[in-house]
Protein backbone atom coordinates (compact mmCIF):
# COMPACT_ATOMS: atom_id res chain seq x y z
CA UNK A 1 0.00 0.00 0.00
CA UNK A 2 2.71 2.61 0.50
CA UNK A 3 2.48 5.49 1.85
CA UNK A 4 -0.39 6.58 0.12
CA UNK A 5 -2.72 3.57 1.67
CA UNK A 6 -5.74 4.60 3.75
CA UNK A 7 -5.58 2.08 6.38
CA UNK A 8 -8.53 1.24 8.43
CA UNK A 9 -8.36 2.85 11.48
CA UNK A 10 -8.94 0.45 15.00
CA UNK A 11 -12.31 -0.32 15.99
CA UNK A 12 -13.19 0.98 19.29
CA UNK A 13 -16.21 0.25 21.98
CA UNK A 14 -16.43 3.75 22.79
CA UNK A 15 -19.05 5.66 20.21
CA UNK A 16 -16.77 7.52 17.62
CA UNK A 17 -18.81 10.15 18.02
CA UNK A 18 -21.41 11.56 20.55
CA UNK A 19 -23.70 13.97 20.46
CA UNK A 20 -25.08 15.05 23.47
CA UNK A 21 -28.24 17.53 24.24
CA UNK A 22 -27.31 19.87 21.32
CA UNK A 23 -29.76 23.10 20.57
CA UNK A 24 -28.84 25.45 18.20
CA UNK A 25 -31.43 28.45 18.03
CA UNK A 26 -31.12 31.56 14.40
CA UNK A 27 -31.51 34.29 15.42
CA UNK A 28 -34.54 35.58 13.36
CA UNK A 29 -35.20 38.91 11.45
CA UNK A 30 -37.78 39.52 13.56
CA UNK A 31 -35.33 39.70 16.51
CA UNK A 32 -36.19 36.51 18.81
CA UNK A 33 -35.13 33.16 18.07
CA UNK A 34 -35.53 30.29 16.15
CA UNK A 35 -34.84 27.50 17.22
CA UNK A 36 -33.33 24.70 15.06
CA UNK A 37 -32.26 21.94 16.72
CA UNK A 38 -33.76 21.12 20.20
CA UNK A 39 -32.21 18.49 22.26
CA UNK A 40 -30.40 16.56 19.88
CA UNK A 41 -28.88 13.30 21.63
CA UNK A 42 -27.45 10.17 20.40
CA UNK A 43 -24.26 8.51 19.13
CA UNK A 44 -22.16 6.84 16.35
CA UNK A 45 -20.19 3.95 16.50
CA UNK A 46 -17.10 2.99 14.88
CA UNK A 47 -18.21 1.13 11.30
CA UNK A 48 -21.37 2.31 12.11
CA UNK A 49 -24.00 4.35 9.17
CA UNK A 50 -26.82 6.09 10.67
CA UNK A 51 -29.68 7.37 8.55
CA UNK A 52 -31.40 10.99 9.72
CA UNK A 53 -34.70 11.18 8.06
CA UNK A 54 -36.04 14.73 7.95
CA UNK A 55 -37.76 17.11 5.66
CA UNK A 56 -37.13 20.74 5.05
CA UNK A 57 -37.04 22.77 8.09
CA UNK A 58 -36.61 19.79 10.30
CA UNK A 59 -33.05 20.64 11.56
CA UNK A 60 -31.16 17.64 9.76
CA UNK A 61 -28.69 20.22 7.82
CA UNK A 62 -28.53 22.55 10.88
CA UNK A 63 -27.26 19.13 12.26
CA UNK A 64 -24.50 18.25 10.01
CA UNK A 65 -22.76 21.88 9.92
CA UNK A 66 -23.09 22.00 13.61
CA UNK A 67 -21.62 18.43 13.98
CA UNK A 68 -18.56 20.44 12.34
CA UNK A 69 -19.12 23.50 14.16
CA UNK A 70 -19.15 24.91 11.21
CA UNK A 71 -23.05 26.98 11.59
CA UNK A 72 -23.22 30.01 10.08
CA UNK A 73 -23.34 33.55 12.08
CA UNK A 74 -26.34 33.64 12.59
CA UNK A 75 -26.73 30.88 14.46
CA UNK A 76 -26.71 32.81 17.69
CA UNK A 77 -27.18 30.45 20.41
CA UNK A 78 -25.16 26.70 20.26
CA UNK A 79 -25.76 24.57 23.76
CA UNK A 80 -25.02 20.75 24.51
CA UNK A 81 -21.76 18.64 23.41
CA UNK A 82 -20.17 17.12 20.12
CA UNK A 83 -17.64 14.85 21.41
CA UNK A 84 -15.36 13.49 18.86
CA UNK A 85 -12.36 11.35 19.46
CA UNK A 86 -12.09 12.83 23.32
CA UNK A 87 -12.42 16.13 22.30
CA UNK A 88 -15.72 18.47 22.42
CA UNK A 89 -16.31 20.13 18.97
CA UNK A 90 -18.40 22.60 20.02
CA UNK A 91 -15.60 24.24 22.25
CA UNK A 92 -12.41 23.25 20.42
CA UNK A 93 -10.24 26.29 19.03
CA UNK A 94 -10.19 26.91 14.81
CA UNK A 95 -7.25 25.50 15.19
CA UNK A 96 -8.14 22.39 16.52
CA UNK A 97 -11.39 22.25 14.11
CA UNK A 98 -9.49 22.77 10.73
CA UNK A 99 -7.01 20.15 11.75
CA UNK A 100 -10.08 17.78 12.38
CA UNK A 101 -12.18 19.53 8.79
CA UNK A 102 -11.40 17.38 5.96
CA UNK A 103 -9.53 14.85 7.66
CA UNK A 104 -10.90 13.19 10.50
CA UNK A 105 -14.30 14.60 9.86
CA UNK A 106 -15.49 15.09 6.38
CA UNK A 107 -17.97 16.48 4.83
CA UNK A 108 -20.17 15.90 1.35
CA UNK A 109 -22.97 18.17 0.16
CA UNK A 110 -25.74 17.78 -2.21
CA UNK A 111 -24.80 19.47 -5.44
CA UNK A 112 -21.11 18.33 -6.29
CA UNK A 113 -21.00 21.01 -9.20
CA UNK A 114 -21.09 23.59 -6.40
CA UNK A 115 -18.34 21.95 -4.06
CA UNK A 116 -15.59 21.55 -6.66
CA UNK A 117 -13.62 24.15 -8.77
CA UNK A 118 -14.59 24.26 -12.72
CA UNK A 119 -11.30 25.02 -14.02
CA UNK A 120 -8.79 22.77 -12.47
CA UNK A 121 -8.48 19.16 -12.77
CA UNK A 122 -9.75 16.26 -10.46
CA UNK A 123 -6.36 15.43 -9.37
CA UNK A 124 -5.23 18.31 -8.32
CA UNK A 125 -8.66 18.87 -6.34
CA UNK A 126 -8.03 15.54 -4.81
CA UNK A 127 -4.54 16.70 -4.33
CA UNK A 128 -5.28 20.19 -2.84
CA UNK A 129 -7.71 18.42 0.50
CA UNK A 130 -4.47 16.10 1.39
CA UNK A 131 -1.89 19.05 1.11
CA UNK A 132 -3.91 21.28 3.42
CA UNK A 133 -3.88 18.10 5.93
CA UNK A 134 -0.70 16.48 5.99
CA UNK A 135 3.01 18.05 5.18
CA UNK A 136 3.60 14.78 2.76
CA UNK A 137 5.59 15.56 -0.64
CA UNK A 138 4.40 16.34 -3.55
CA UNK A 139 4.82 12.59 -5.16
CA UNK A 140 3.46 11.29 -2.08
CA UNK A 141 0.65 13.60 -2.50
CA UNK A 142 0.11 12.22 -5.98
CA UNK A 143 0.19 9.05 -5.05
CA UNK A 144 -2.54 8.90 -2.40
CA UNK A 145 -4.98 11.41 -4.47
CA UNK A 146 -4.77 8.69 -7.46
CA UNK A 147 -5.72 5.83 -4.49
CA UNK A 148 -8.75 7.67 -3.35
CA UNK A 149 -9.85 8.21 -6.91
CA UNK A 150 -9.35 4.39 -7.67
CA UNK A 151 -11.47 3.62 -4.42
CA UNK A 152 -14.28 5.43 -6.27
CA UNK A 153 -13.70 4.88 -9.83
CA UNK A 154 -11.61 1.72 -10.19
CA UNK A 155 -10.15 1.73 -13.32
CA UNK A 156 -11.32 4.34 -14.84
CA UNK A 157 -9.21 6.63 -12.18
CA UNK A 158 -6.39 8.00 -14.23
CA UNK A 159 -8.85 9.47 -17.08
CA UNK A 160 -10.62 11.01 -14.39
CA UNK A 161 -7.71 12.56 -12.65
CA UNK A 162 -7.22 14.35 -15.76
CA UNK A 163 -10.61 15.75 -16.40
CA UNK A 164 -12.45 18.82 -15.82
CA UNK A 165 -15.97 18.90 -13.21
CA UNK A 166 -17.88 20.29 -16.67
CA UNK A 167 -16.46 16.51 -18.69
CA UNK A 168 -18.10 14.54 -15.89
CA UNK A 169 -21.22 13.44 -15.02
CA UNK A 170 -23.46 14.26 -11.73
CA UNK A 171 -22.66 10.96 -10.12
CA UNK A 172 -19.04 11.28 -11.55
CA UNK A 173 -18.71 14.27 -9.79
CA UNK A 174 -20.23 13.14 -6.57
CA UNK A 175 -17.65 10.46 -6.53
CA UNK A 176 -14.72 12.99 -6.94
CA UNK A 177 -16.25 14.61 -3.68
CA UNK A 178 -16.42 11.22 -1.97
CA UNK A 179 -12.43 10.74 -3.02
CA UNK A 180 -11.75 14.10 -1.63
CA UNK A 181 -13.65 13.15 1.80
CA UNK A 182 -11.56 9.81 2.09
CA UNK A 183 -8.28 11.74 0.57
CA UNK A 184 -7.22 11.91 4.63
CA UNK A 185 -8.46 8.76 5.80
CA UNK A 186 -11.67 10.10 7.85
CA UNK A 187 -13.27 8.60 10.61
CA UNK A 188 -16.81 9.72 10.05
CA UNK A 189 -17.97 11.01 6.88
CA UNK A 190 -21.15 13.25 6.98
CA UNK A 191 -23.14 13.35 4.07
CA UNK A 192 -25.95 15.92 3.42
CA UNK A 193 -28.49 14.97 0.63
CA UNK A 194 -25.54 13.35 -1.40
CA UNK A 195 -27.40 11.84 -4.01
CA UNK A 196 -30.67 13.92 -4.50
CA UNK A 197 -29.26 15.28 -7.64
CA UNK A 198 -29.17 12.02 -9.45
CA UNK A 199 -31.09 10.02 -11.06
CA UNK A 200 -32.09 6.61 -9.48
CA UNK A 201 -29.58 4.80 -11.74
CA UNK A 202 -26.89 6.89 -10.41
CA UNK A 203 -28.85 7.03 -6.85
CA UNK A 204 -28.08 3.40 -6.53
CA UNK A 205 -24.58 3.13 -7.92
CA UNK A 206 -23.64 5.83 -5.15
CA UNK A 207 -25.04 4.01 -2.60
CA UNK A 208 -23.48 0.81 -3.25
CA UNK A 209 -20.22 2.74 -3.09
CA UNK A 210 -21.33 3.91 0.36
CA UNK A 211 -21.70 0.61 1.10
CA UNK A 212 -18.61 -0.65 0.08
CA UNK A 213 -16.77 1.91 1.40
CA UNK A 214 -18.17 1.48 4.77
CA UNK A 215 -16.83 -2.19 5.01
CA UNK A 216 -13.60 -1.74 3.22
CA UNK A 217 -12.59 0.83 5.47
CA UNK A 218 -14.76 0.36 8.83
CA UNK A 219 -15.54 4.18 8.18
CA UNK A 220 -18.55 5.39 10.58
CA UNK A 221 -21.62 7.43 7.95
CA UNK A 222 -24.06 9.45 9.26
CA UNK A 223 -26.45 9.67 5.85
CA UNK A 224 -28.80 12.84 5.97
CA UNK A 225 -31.83 12.70 3.64
CA UNK A 226 -35.57 13.47 3.27
CA UNK A 227 -35.92 10.07 1.39
CA UNK A 228 -36.76 7.28 3.74
CA UNK A 229 -36.28 4.93 0.93
CA UNK A 230 -32.68 5.59 0.10
CA UNK A 231 -32.38 4.43 3.65
CA UNK A 232 -33.14 0.92 3.59
CA UNK A 233 -30.49 -1.57 3.13
CA UNK A 234 -28.06 1.33 3.71
CA UNK A 235 -28.63 2.26 7.59
CA UNK A 236 -27.83 0.27 10.36
CA UNK A 237 -29.73 3.15 12.38
CA UNK A 238 -32.03 5.26 11.45
CA UNK A 239 -33.26 8.99 13.77
CA UNK A 240 -36.31 10.59 12.47
CA UNK A 241 -36.09 14.12 12.98
CA UNK A 242 -39.32 16.36 12.85
CA UNK A 243 -39.20 20.35 14.07
CA UNK A 244 -35.61 20.01 15.25
CA UNK A 245 -36.34 17.06 17.60
CA UNK A 246 -35.52 13.19 17.56
CA UNK A 247 -39.09 12.12 17.68
CA UNK A 248 -38.17 8.24 16.73
CA UNK A 249 -35.06 6.48 16.71
CA UNK A 250 -33.84 2.63 16.32
CA UNK A 251 -32.65 -0.08 14.11
CA UNK A 252 -32.85 0.94 10.50
CA UNK A 253 -34.98 -1.92 9.46
CA UNK A 254 -37.29 -1.96 12.21
CA UNK A 255 -38.04 1.34 11.72
CA UNK A 256 -38.68 1.27 8.10
CA UNK A 257 -40.99 -2.22 9.04
CA UNK A 258 -42.90 -0.97 11.97
CA UNK A 259 -42.89 2.80 12.41
CA UNK A 260 -44.19 3.82 15.58
CA UNK A 261 -44.32 7.43 15.72
CA UNK A 262 -47.58 8.96 13.92
CA UNK A 263 -44.77 11.07 11.78
CA UNK A 264 -43.02 8.38 10.44
CA UNK A 265 -45.67 5.86 9.78
CA UNK A 266 -47.44 8.64 8.11
CA UNK A 267 -44.52 9.44 6.30
CA UNK A 268 -44.34 6.18 4.74
CA UNK A 269 -47.29 5.15 3.85
CA UNK A 270 -48.00 8.76 1.86
CA UNK A 271 -44.80 7.01 -0.50
CA UNK A 272 -46.27 5.99 -3.85
CA UNK A 273 -44.86 2.17 -4.32
CA UNK A 274 -44.13 1.05 -8.06
CA UNK A 275 -44.59 -2.98 -7.50
CA UNK A 276 -48.24 -2.12 -6.02
CA UNK A 277 -50.24 0.69 -7.35
CA UNK A 278 -50.43 2.02 -10.53
CA UNK A 279 -53.26 4.62 -11.52
CA UNK A 280 -57.11 3.99 -11.35
CA UNK A 281 -59.76 5.11 -12.75
CA UNK A 282 -61.00 7.69 -10.80
CA UNK A 283 -57.63 7.95 -9.25
CA UNK A 284 -56.95 7.19 -5.53
CA UNK A 285 -55.51 9.43 -3.15
CA UNK A 286 -52.20 9.28 -1.76
CA UNK A 287 -52.62 9.51 2.07
CA UNK A 288 -50.55 12.54 2.37
CA UNK A 289 -49.78 14.21 5.79
CA UNK A 290 -52.10 16.92 5.59
CA UNK A 291 -50.76 20.49 6.71
CA UNK A 292 -47.16 21.80 6.45
CA UNK A 293 -44.14 21.32 9.43
CA UNK A 294 -44.06 24.44 12.30
CA UNK A 295 -42.70 27.70 11.94
CA UNK A 296 -40.27 27.00 14.54
CA UNK A 297 -40.20 30.84 15.06
CA UNK A 298 -43.39 30.81 17.00
CA UNK A 299 -43.47 28.24 19.80
CA UNK A 300 -45.99 26.26 20.24
CA UNK A 301 -46.76 24.56 23.55
CA UNK A 302 -47.62 20.97 22.64
CA UNK A 303 -46.52 18.07 20.37
CA UNK A 304 -44.89 19.72 17.12
CA UNK A 305 -46.44 17.40 15.24
CA UNK A 306 -49.79 17.56 16.69
CA UNK A 307 -52.15 20.03 14.05
CA UNK A 308 -50.90 17.11 11.58
CA UNK A 309 -51.15 14.25 13.45
CA UNK A 310 -54.09 11.65 12.89
CA UNK A 311 -53.99 10.48 16.61
CA UNK A 312 -53.90 13.27 18.72
CA UNK A 313 -54.88 13.69 22.00
CA UNK A 314 -56.11 16.03 24.71
CA UNK A 315 -52.86 16.09 26.08
CA UNK A 316 -50.91 16.66 22.75
CA UNK A 317 -51.99 20.36 22.34
CA UNK A 318 -51.08 21.29 26.15
CA UNK A 319 -47.47 19.24 26.59
CA UNK A 320 -44.41 18.17 24.71
CA UNK A 321 -43.60 14.38 25.27
CA UNK A 322 -40.22 13.57 25.58
CA UNK A 323 -38.11 10.68 23.95
CA UNK A 324 -39.61 7.17 26.06
CA UNK A 325 -37.77 3.96 25.00
CA UNK A 326 -40.33 1.68 23.44
CA UNK A 327 -38.72 -1.93 22.98
CA UNK A 328 -35.07 -3.08 22.67
CA UNK A 329 -32.94 0.39 21.21
CA UNK A 330 -36.02 2.11 20.08
CA UNK A 331 -37.31 5.38 21.25
CA UNK A 332 -40.28 7.29 20.24
CA UNK A 333 -41.80 10.77 21.94
CA UNK A 334 -45.55 10.22 22.06
CA UNK A 335 -47.66 10.16 24.01
CA UNK A 336 -49.79 6.76 23.16
CA UNK A 337 -46.82 5.38 24.21
CA UNK A 338 -47.00 6.98 27.90
CA UNK A 339 -50.57 6.40 28.16
CA UNK A 340 -50.21 2.80 27.32
CA UNK A 341 -48.23 2.68 30.35
CA UNK B 1 -59.32 4.04 -35.56
CA UNK B 2 -62.92 5.95 -35.63
CA UNK B 3 -63.91 4.77 -32.10
CA UNK B 4 -60.91 6.24 -30.27
CA UNK B 5 -61.04 10.02 -29.72
CA UNK B 6 -58.43 12.33 -31.66
CA UNK B 7 -55.66 13.19 -29.19
CA UNK B 8 -54.98 16.11 -27.68
CA UNK B 9 -50.93 16.08 -28.69
CA UNK B 10 -49.53 14.28 -30.91
CA UNK B 11 -45.65 13.96 -31.50
CA UNK B 12 -44.34 12.25 -34.71
CA UNK B 13 -40.92 11.91 -35.62
CA UNK B 14 -39.64 14.36 -33.88
CA UNK B 15 -35.64 14.97 -33.97
CA UNK B 16 -33.80 17.73 -32.62
CA UNK B 17 -30.26 18.02 -32.78
CA UNK B 18 -27.53 20.31 -31.31
CA UNK B 19 -24.75 21.90 -33.10
CA UNK B 20 -21.43 21.71 -30.84
CA UNK B 21 -18.82 24.04 -31.32
CA UNK B 22 -15.41 22.92 -29.28
CA UNK B 23 -12.97 25.18 -29.33
CA UNK B 24 -9.71 23.70 -31.94
CA UNK B 25 -12.35 20.88 -32.76
CA UNK B 26 -14.41 20.61 -35.94
CA UNK B 27 -18.07 21.04 -35.27
CA UNK B 28 -20.49 18.15 -34.41
CA UNK B 29 -23.49 17.20 -33.73
CA UNK B 30 -25.63 15.80 -30.72
CA UNK B 31 -28.94 14.47 -31.40
CA UNK B 32 -30.88 14.85 -28.48
CA UNK B 33 -34.05 13.43 -29.92
CA UNK B 34 -34.46 10.65 -32.87
CA UNK B 35 -38.07 10.11 -34.47
CA UNK B 36 -39.79 10.18 -31.06
CA UNK B 37 -43.22 9.74 -31.63
CA UNK B 38 -46.21 9.58 -28.97
CA UNK B 39 -50.30 10.25 -28.37
CA UNK B 40 -51.43 11.53 -25.98
CA UNK B 41 -55.29 11.59 -25.50
CA UNK B 42 -57.16 14.35 -23.74
CA UNK B 43 -57.64 14.75 -20.10
CA UNK B 44 -55.16 11.45 -19.86
CA UNK B 45 -51.80 11.87 -18.26
CA UNK B 46 -48.79 10.33 -20.10
CA UNK B 47 -45.40 9.95 -17.98
CA UNK B 48 -41.93 10.45 -19.61
CA UNK B 49 -39.11 8.41 -17.52
CA UNK B 50 -35.73 7.90 -18.20
CA UNK B 51 -32.49 8.67 -17.05
CA UNK B 52 -30.42 12.01 -17.18
CA UNK B 53 -29.67 13.24 -20.37
CA UNK B 54 -31.91 10.78 -22.26
CA UNK B 55 -33.84 13.80 -23.91
CA UNK B 56 -37.42 14.41 -21.50
CA UNK B 57 -36.84 18.03 -21.15
CA UNK B 58 -35.70 18.35 -24.67
CA UNK B 59 -39.17 16.99 -25.67
CA UNK B 60 -41.19 19.10 -23.43
CA UNK B 61 -39.22 21.97 -24.74
CA UNK B 62 -40.37 21.25 -28.09
CA UNK B 63 -43.70 20.90 -27.61
CA UNK B 64 -44.09 24.30 -25.23
CA UNK B 65 -42.59 25.78 -28.47
CA UNK B 66 -39.18 26.98 -26.42
CA UNK B 67 -37.30 24.65 -28.58
CA UNK B 68 -37.87 24.47 -32.21
CA UNK B 69 -37.71 20.67 -33.51
CA UNK B 70 -34.93 19.35 -36.45
CA UNK B 71 -37.87 17.75 -38.42
CA UNK B 72 -41.07 16.07 -37.35
CA UNK B 73 -43.95 17.07 -36.26
CA UNK B 74 -45.80 18.27 -33.33
CA UNK B 75 -49.85 18.10 -33.61
CA UNK B 76 -51.71 20.24 -31.60
CA UNK B 77 -55.43 20.31 -32.50
CA UNK B 78 -55.08 20.73 -35.99
CA UNK B 79 -51.68 22.56 -35.51
CA UNK B 80 -48.22 21.65 -36.29
CA UNK B 81 -46.07 23.51 -33.73
CA UNK B 82 -42.91 22.73 -35.78
CA UNK B 83 -44.10 24.50 -38.55
CA UNK B 84 -46.56 27.23 -37.23
CA UNK B 85 -45.08 30.58 -38.05
CA UNK B 86 -44.65 32.51 -34.99
CA UNK B 87 -47.70 35.09 -35.01
CA UNK B 88 -49.89 31.99 -34.84
CA UNK B 89 -47.58 29.62 -32.13
CA UNK B 90 -48.32 32.94 -30.30
CA UNK B 91 -52.01 32.05 -30.01
CA UNK B 92 -51.16 28.73 -29.11
CA UNK B 93 -49.12 28.95 -26.29
CA UNK B 94 -51.39 30.21 -23.21
CA UNK B 95 -52.91 26.27 -24.27
CA UNK B 96 -49.59 24.35 -23.46
CA UNK B 97 -48.22 25.65 -19.92
CA UNK B 98 -44.85 24.21 -18.15
CA UNK B 99 -44.12 23.89 -14.54
CA UNK B 100 -40.73 23.08 -13.76
CA UNK B 101 -38.90 21.04 -11.02
CA UNK B 102 -37.81 24.29 -8.59
CA UNK B 103 -40.40 26.54 -7.80
CA UNK B 104 -37.78 28.41 -5.70
CA UNK B 105 -35.87 29.14 -8.88
CA UNK B 106 -38.87 29.37 -11.31
CA UNK B 107 -40.99 32.17 -9.32
CA UNK B 108 -39.41 35.95 -8.61
CA UNK B 109 -38.93 35.70 -5.02
CA UNK B 110 -39.49 39.42 -5.15
CA UNK B 111 -43.20 39.10 -6.12
CA UNK B 112 -46.22 38.56 -4.37
CA UNK B 113 -48.50 35.73 -5.14
CA UNK B 114 -51.31 37.87 -6.68
CA UNK B 115 -48.79 39.54 -8.89
CA UNK B 116 -47.04 36.33 -9.96
CA UNK B 117 -50.32 34.62 -10.70
CA UNK B 118 -51.55 37.47 -12.72
CA UNK B 119 -48.60 38.32 -14.77
CA UNK B 120 -50.11 35.53 -17.75
CA UNK B 121 -52.69 37.46 -17.91
CA UNK B 122 -51.33 41.07 -17.63
CA UNK B 123 -48.71 39.91 -20.10
CA UNK B 124 -51.68 38.51 -23.10
CA UNK B 125 -53.74 41.24 -22.29
CA UNK B 126 -56.86 39.09 -20.79
CA UNK B 127 -59.44 41.04 -18.87
CA UNK B 128 -59.57 44.32 -17.05
CA UNK B 129 -57.09 45.01 -13.51
CA UNK B 130 -59.96 44.16 -10.74
CA UNK B 131 -61.11 40.70 -12.97
CA UNK B 132 -57.36 39.94 -12.85
CA UNK B 133 -57.44 40.36 -9.38
CA UNK B 134 -60.98 38.39 -9.11
CA UNK B 135 -59.44 35.50 -11.38
CA UNK B 136 -56.21 35.10 -9.41
CA UNK B 137 -57.87 35.24 -6.06
CA UNK B 138 -60.02 31.69 -7.87
CA UNK B 139 -56.88 30.39 -8.63
CA UNK B 140 -55.35 30.20 -5.38
CA UNK B 141 -58.72 28.67 -3.81
CA UNK B 142 -58.22 26.15 -6.48
CA UNK B 143 -54.52 25.26 -5.49
CA UNK B 144 -55.81 25.58 -1.66
CA UNK B 145 -53.71 28.08 -0.78
CA UNK B 146 -55.28 30.92 1.53
CA UNK B 147 -56.56 34.15 -0.05
CA UNK B 148 -54.80 36.49 3.28
CA UNK B 149 -51.18 34.97 1.23
CA UNK B 150 -52.33 36.46 -1.95
CA UNK B 151 -49.74 39.56 -1.02
CA UNK B 152 -47.24 37.62 0.46
CA UNK B 153 -43.70 37.55 -1.20
CA UNK B 154 -42.59 34.15 -3.36
CA UNK B 155 -39.90 33.89 -1.13
CA UNK B 156 -42.08 33.94 1.89
CA UNK B 157 -43.50 30.59 1.16
CA UNK B 158 -42.82 27.32 2.03
CA UNK B 159 -41.56 24.82 -0.95
CA UNK B 160 -44.70 23.18 -1.10
CA UNK B 161 -46.70 26.24 -1.65
CA UNK B 162 -44.28 27.47 -4.04
CA UNK B 163 -45.35 24.46 -6.25
CA UNK B 164 -48.88 25.28 -5.64
CA UNK B 165 -48.09 28.98 -6.97
CA UNK B 166 -45.92 27.89 -9.81
CA UNK B 167 -49.20 25.67 -10.82
CA UNK B 168 -51.89 28.61 -10.20
CA UNK B 169 -49.86 30.90 -12.20
CA UNK B 170 -49.77 27.58 -15.04
CA UNK B 171 -53.55 27.31 -15.22
CA UNK B 172 -54.29 31.12 -15.15
CA UNK B 173 -54.70 30.88 -18.67
CA UNK B 174 -56.88 27.91 -18.49
CA UNK B 175 -54.24 25.59 -20.32
CA UNK B 176 -55.56 22.50 -21.86
CA UNK B 177 -51.79 20.66 -21.47
CA UNK B 178 -49.78 20.79 -18.59
CA UNK B 179 -45.93 19.67 -18.92
CA UNK B 180 -44.81 19.12 -15.62
CA UNK B 181 -40.73 18.67 -15.53
CA UNK B 182 -40.43 17.02 -12.43
CA UNK B 183 -42.78 19.21 -10.80
CA UNK B 184 -42.55 17.12 -7.60
CA UNK B 185 -38.65 16.11 -7.67
CA UNK B 186 -37.32 18.72 -5.12
CA UNK B 187 -40.06 18.57 -2.64
CA UNK B 188 -40.53 16.63 0.40
CA UNK B 189 -41.67 13.31 0.72
CA UNK B 190 -44.65 14.09 3.00
CA UNK B 191 -45.18 17.37 0.46
CA UNK B 192 -44.79 15.23 -3.01
CA UNK B 193 -48.17 13.06 -1.81
CA UNK B 194 -49.76 16.31 -1.39
CA UNK B 195 -48.84 18.29 -4.62
CA UNK B 196 -49.24 14.72 -6.81
CA UNK B 197 -53.06 14.89 -4.97
CA UNK B 198 -53.61 18.03 -6.05
CA UNK B 199 -53.00 17.29 -9.44
CA UNK B 200 -55.04 14.23 -9.64
CA UNK B 201 -57.62 16.83 -8.21
CA UNK B 202 -56.86 19.30 -10.87
CA UNK B 203 -57.29 16.84 -13.76
CA UNK B 204 -60.75 16.00 -12.68
CA UNK B 205 -62.04 19.07 -12.48
CA UNK B 206 -60.28 21.30 -14.90
CA UNK B 207 -60.31 18.62 -17.50
CA UNK B 208 -56.25 18.94 -17.84
CA UNK B 209 -53.67 16.56 -19.89
CA UNK B 210 -50.69 16.21 -18.12
CA UNK B 211 -47.13 15.20 -19.85
CA UNK B 212 -45.35 14.47 -16.64
CA UNK B 213 -41.76 14.07 -17.04
CA UNK B 214 -39.98 12.16 -13.94
CA UNK B 215 -37.46 9.53 -12.99
CA UNK B 216 -39.75 8.75 -9.98
CA UNK B 217 -41.05 5.70 -11.79
CA UNK B 218 -43.37 4.74 -8.35
CA UNK B 219 -44.50 8.41 -9.05
CA UNK B 220 -45.11 7.80 -12.54
CA UNK B 221 -47.19 4.95 -12.03
CA UNK B 222 -49.59 6.44 -9.63
CA UNK B 223 -50.46 9.42 -11.94
CA UNK B 224 -50.12 8.13 -15.30
CA UNK B 225 -52.42 6.37 -17.17
CA UNK B 226 -49.02 5.60 -19.55
CA UNK B 227 -45.71 5.64 -19.76
CA UNK B 228 -42.76 6.35 -22.25
CA UNK B 229 -39.22 5.13 -21.27
CA UNK B 230 -36.97 7.10 -23.32
CA UNK B 231 -33.36 6.40 -23.33
CA UNK B 232 -30.88 8.07 -25.47
CA UNK B 233 -33.30 10.41 -27.69
CA UNK B 234 -35.23 7.81 -28.21
CA UNK B 235 -38.95 6.52 -26.78
CA UNK B 236 -37.33 2.42 -25.98
CA UNK B 237 -40.79 1.43 -24.71
CA UNK B 238 -44.58 2.70 -24.02
CA UNK B 239 -47.70 1.68 -22.65
CA UNK B 240 -50.36 1.65 -20.32
CA UNK B 241 -48.11 1.97 -16.98
CA UNK B 242 -49.76 -1.20 -15.11
CA UNK B 243 -49.17 -3.37 -18.20
CA UNK B 244 -45.28 -1.90 -18.43
CA UNK B 245 -44.59 -1.78 -15.20
CA UNK B 246 -45.92 -5.82 -14.83
CA UNK B 247 -44.26 -6.70 -17.78
CA UNK B 248 -41.33 -4.37 -18.91
CA UNK B 249 -40.17 -5.28 -22.52
CA UNK B 250 -37.29 -3.12 -22.98
CA UNK B 251 -33.65 -3.54 -21.26
CA UNK B 252 -33.74 0.28 -20.01
CA UNK B 253 -37.32 -0.14 -18.44
CA UNK B 254 -36.22 -2.92 -16.64
CA UNK B 255 -32.94 -1.32 -15.46
CA UNK B 256 -34.96 1.65 -14.62
CA UNK B 257 -37.35 -0.33 -12.28
CA UNK B 258 -34.39 -2.39 -10.54
CA UNK B 259 -32.79 0.84 -9.46
CA UNK B 260 -36.21 2.64 -7.99
CA UNK B 261 -35.47 2.74 -4.57
CA UNK B 262 -37.96 0.99 -3.36
CA UNK B 263 -37.82 -1.14 0.47
CA UNK B 264 -36.64 -4.79 0.53
CA UNK B 265 -39.65 -6.56 1.94
CA UNK B 266 -42.09 -4.78 -1.37
CA UNK B 267 -44.87 -5.86 1.43
CA UNK B 268 -46.97 -2.63 2.25
CA UNK B 269 -46.07 -1.02 4.97
CA UNK B 270 -48.28 -2.00 8.17
CA UNK B 271 -50.33 -0.21 9.48
CA UNK B 272 -49.83 1.76 13.01
CA UNK B 273 -50.32 -0.67 15.91
CA UNK B 274 -52.54 1.43 18.41
CA UNK B 275 -50.84 1.68 21.37
Known amino acids: MGTGGILPHARSMAPLLEVQNLRVAYASARGGLTPALTGVNFEISAGEIVGILGESGSGKSTLAVALLNLLPPNAVSQSGAVLFENKDLLRATPRELQSLRGSRLSLIFQEPSLALHPTLRMQQQVTDVIAAHTSLSREARREKAMYALEKVFGPDAPRVARSYPHELSGGQRQRVLLAQALACNPALLIADEPTASLDPTTQREILQLFRQIRAQLNLSILFITHNPLLLDALADRILVLYAGRVIESGPAAQILASPQHPYTAALLQSLPSASAATRTNPARHLPAIPGEPPDLSQPASGCRFEPRCSFKMPVCTTAEPGLLSIGQSRSASCFKFSAAR | ?275
Not at chain 2, 218 to 244: D, K, N, T, W
Open chain 2, 1 to 275: MATTPQPLLRVENLTKRYSIRKPFAAKSELTALQNVSLALPAKSTLALVGESGSGKSTLALCIACLERPTSGSIFFHQHDLATLPENQLRQIRPQIQLVFQDPARSLNPRWSALDLIAEPLVIQNWLSASAREKKAFQLLDLVALPRNSAHKLAEQFSGGQKQRLALARALALAPQLLLLDEALSALDCSIQAQIANLLLDLQSQLGLTYLFITHDLAMAAYLSHQIAVMRLGQIVESGPAAQLLQAPQHEATRALLAAAPRFASTSPIPALVDA
